[in-house]
């Protein structure tokens, strides 16, 4: 069973996707929406970074296989809370992904003719203001 966990702390956030099945998930298709556009990777919605700031992890992966309790990172951001250009951009990041919604199609091992399918609203990330 696939499942999206949204970190969000204050010197670290990451949206990862998690497999909480018995078997292996294998992505048919996964797009991210923001209500106006659908993109096939999560960091394509992301703001440019500021000069000194960098991506701790991000996906460009069309395909996802996991194995059961495996997870993937599809965006990290990490950095320090004492730096308040490092808390603009984390907050910056916090409103873009608070848009997104996450769809996911996925079988097992088992190749079902009709693949379970997850949408994930990120709106998590919406809830500091």
């Known amino acids: 069973m696939a499942y999206v966990l949204p970190m969000d702390y204050e010197d670290h956030i990451a949206v990862i996707i998690q ?10 298709k ?9 993109r096939d990777y999560l960091v394509d919605f992301m703001p440019a ?11 460009k992966t069309k395909r996802i296989v996991l194995r059961p309790g495996e997870d993937k990172a599809l965006l990290e951001f990490k950095g320090d809370i004492q730096n308040q250009d490092y808390i603009k951009q984390r907050d910056i990041i916090r409103k873009e992904l608070s848009k997104i919604e996450i769809k ?26």
């Not at 970074?49 to 996906?59: K, M, V």
């Not at 996911?104 to 203001?129: A, D, G």
């Open 19 to 28: 497999n909480k099945g018995t078997g292996p998930l294998i992505s048919s």
């Open 30 to 38: 996964i797009s991210f929406h923001n209500g106006k556009q659908e």
């Open 49 to 59: 970074l500021n000069e000194g700031f960098y991506w701790t992890t991000f996906s």
């Open 104 to 129: 996911l199609n996925y079988t097992s091992v088992f190749n079902e003719r009709n693949p379970f399918k997850l949408n994930f609203k990120l709106s998590w990330y919406s809830r500091l203001k």
